[in-house]
């Protein structure tokens, strides 16, 4: 592209004035966000303003009105809070307030506003907006502004970013603050349970929530906690006797942690608050359990952001400052959500309405409903926490037998999938077996029966506590079929990276050969390396990435003392001299430090070793460069929330599904049910009974075999991924059209468009129309109640 183009591209924005402010209770990811729009906003040539002390300091003008450049909003991604301030203000609710406040922004030739903070932030916003006009003509009839003044300032345009650790806004599947909130309400946990377990106590946590049970609901189902409160969904009457019940029933089965997450907002069903303190006494009084009340408080808005919410704020800050480039006339003030990977616009002001119609709902005690409206992930989230936290183990058994085995590199949640799979299988009713060391393991027959008890306090634990190979099922095929047919298994769940699907489908294709390969299988992708097709995520991945996060923000820290130095490296092929040249620059102004992550396997030639040789000999005389290898580091360590949480999910849905094949294959021993009737006749496979030679084969015309699983159809061995918001079972033979096995990799990585994101916060020179602008959607109360997904 020429330079005048791209010249006028980056300047789409010039003449326009935007100002952001946060408001209301901060929210970890704020400062992402106003580095996004402070940033995104220069580089389309727009004039940026920072306003201090939210509303307070929009009514108040002066010095909490100040101009941004690029080094403003710098070195400020990884602090929590706020660094330009949040308070609330009684005078922005009222005409005189939002008067002053018009006379401000009209002072800077400010007629664009990004507010980040709660729906009563947006809503204030949304007030201003539609009152803009008459504040201007009040101010020309004051004198305080000339009538030209107020013609070149006649619309203000509103964008919102909703910051609430407490996830309460319908719309959005997230919102800014929360990953991070569940962060340190899991840091908590981790911390407590070992004293716990120690003394055999039982703990009451009470976490942030007055109207919203997002966090305690989460929070719950990532620490297995024993009961839990929420105020969308109070107890039923008589809930302290089954409380006490649960309770004593775990103690009993040999647990010495009992754990109690209460929401601060909850209550019973009559209205009443259920309180930390009365469900303490309610369990010395009852059972004389040692209790313990932990209360988080303010702990959960403190730290840094998470990995997560750093993205998402960056993802929605420039989303934002889009929406306020396009928008015209008759463009509604909107909201910029998050759904599923990818930023949308919503109408403000319906998103405020339904998510009001939550609180209502539970105002009226319909709180079946409140559940509902509260979107598909929170009842999700619920209804998988009561099947875990209150069913117990099945009276009698099924016909049907599954193992689990994890294959691959360990990864952070393999654990948490692993407990839940087998809590499911014995709720269901089947014997669980569960495999050492991968298909190396099934194959040496590393097989054993496990029960209830024998996966507690996993969910929180690294690693794999199955251990993990590398190994493939085709050097050792006979082996494995011969121990499949010992321990008559018919379920096969392989929880692991790309070798733990290219083993299933190893194995899917030998079901011609061998009969006992005929089973329900299914692949729970866990790698940090997020590569096994069929899902957007693996589990490990988000673990993998805080943990790489957490070690570059020391290294920024180390950083902050020396000038003129360069850390890490990564990157690609052609950048390699835009690259050095963008470093170059970077160090001739204040910044004067730069950081750079490679990727191991990048290129086979540009080595961590070729690329610090490459920057020290271009960059001599004005930088320096240091070398960091993160290695296994990004391995280990405990899972993140979203790790505990996804791994339970998916665990529980696999396992509902395998039980739901394993019913359609099930013969009794009808002739001619789920089997071939001749050969080749089942889905197109020729397979061999156990002491039937091949050249018998062609004689056999019918085969019952009573009270067998026969699985050989493709949709009987499949991936179970997040694929935008949806949990989708895809066909392993059908994922094989769109995999590059010489690479390991999905043929297409929908996180390899955050490159772009990442080139232009960091003032690359490229075309802005590279960047997707998210869409306005229009929707109705139905589709903003299942917008949050899994």
Known sequence: MAAAELERLRMAGAGMAIAVLTSGGDAQGMNAAVRAVTRMGIYVGAKVFLIYEGYEGLVEGGDNIKQANWLSVSNII??????????????????????????????????????????GSLTGADIFRSEWAGLLEELVRDGQISEEVAKKNCRLNIVGLVGSIDNDFCGTDMT?????ALHRIMEVVDAITTTAQSHQRTFVLEVMGRHCGYLALVSGLASGADWLFIPESPPE?????????????????????????????????????????????????????????????????????????????????????????????????????HSGNQSVRLPLMECVQVTKDVQK???????????????????????????????????????????????????????????????????????VYVVSDGFEGLAKGQVREVGWHDVAGWLGRGGSMLGTKRTLPKTCMEKIVENVRKFNIQGLLVIGGFEAYEGVLQLVEARGQYQELCIVMCVIPAT???????????????TAVNAAMESCDRIKQSASGTKRRVFIVETMGGLLRANVEHLTDKMKTDIQRGLVLRNEKCHEHYTTEFLYNLYSSEGKGIFDCRINVLG???????????????????????????SEKL???????????????????????????????????????????PGRVFANSGDTACVIGLRKKVVAFSPVT?????????????????????????????????????????????????????????
Request: hydrophobic letters at 40%; aromatic letters at 6%.
């Open 734 to 790: 059908e994922l094989k059209k769109v995999t590059d096995f010489e690479h390991r990799l999905p043929q297409e990585q929908w996180w390899l468009n955050l490159r772009l994101m990442l080139k232009m916060l960091a003032n690359y020179q490229i075309s802005l129309t590279e960047y997707i602008s998210g869409q306005m959607e229009h929707v109705t109360r139905r589709t903003l109640s299942i917008e949050k997904g899994f």
């Open 632 to 658: 296994h580091l990004q391995q280990g360590g405990a899972p993140t929330p979203f790790d505990r949480n996804y791994g339970t999910k998916l665990g529980v849905k696999a396992v509902l599904w395998m």
């Open 361 to 431: 709902a539970m105002d009226e005690k319909r709180f079946e409903e409140a559940i509902q409206l509260r979107g598909r992930s929170f009842e999700n989230n619920w209804n998988i926490y009561k099947l875990l936290a209150h069913q117990k183990p099945a009276q009698e058994k099924s016909p049907f037998s599954m193992a689990i085995l994890n294959v691959g590199a360990p990864a952070a949640g393999m654990n948490a999938a692993v407990r839940s799979a087998v809590r499911i299988g014995i709720c269901q009713g089947h014997t």
């Open 176 to 180: 800014i603050g929360t990953d991070s």
């Open 663 to 705: 019913q359609q294959v099930y013969s009794k021993g009808e002739p001619g049910a789920g089997f071939p009737t001749a050969v080749g006749e089942a889905g197109g496979y020729c397979f061999r009974l156990p002491g039937l030679a091949l050249s018998e084969m062609a004689k056999v015309s019918s085969v019952p075999l």
């Open 528 to 542: 940090i390396s997020n590569n096994v097709p069929g899902t957007d995520f693996s589990l490990g991945s988000d």
């Open 78 to 119: 990884q602090l929590g809070g706020t660094v330009i301030g949040s308070a609330r203000c009684k005078a922005f609710t009222t005409r005189a307030g939002r008067l002053r406040a018009a006379r401000n922004l009209v002072e800077h030739g400010i007629t664009n506003l990004c507010v980040i903070g709660g729906d």
């Open 237 to 337: 009457d008589g809930w302290e006797d089954l409380m006490c019940e649960r309770l004593g029933e775990t103690r009993s089965r040999g647990s010495r942690l009992n754990i109690i997450i209460i929401a601060e907002g909850a209550i019973d069903r009559s209205g009443k608050p259920i309180s930390s303190n009365y469900v303490k006494d309610l369990v010395v009084q009852r059972l004389g359990f040692d209790t313990r009340v932990t209360v988080l408080g303010h702990v959960q808005r403190g730290g840094t952001p998470s990995a997560f919410d750093r993205v998402l704020s960056s993802k929605m800050g420039m989303e934002a400052v889009m929406a306020l480039l396009e928008a015209t006339p008759d463009t509604p003030a909107c909201v910029v959500s």
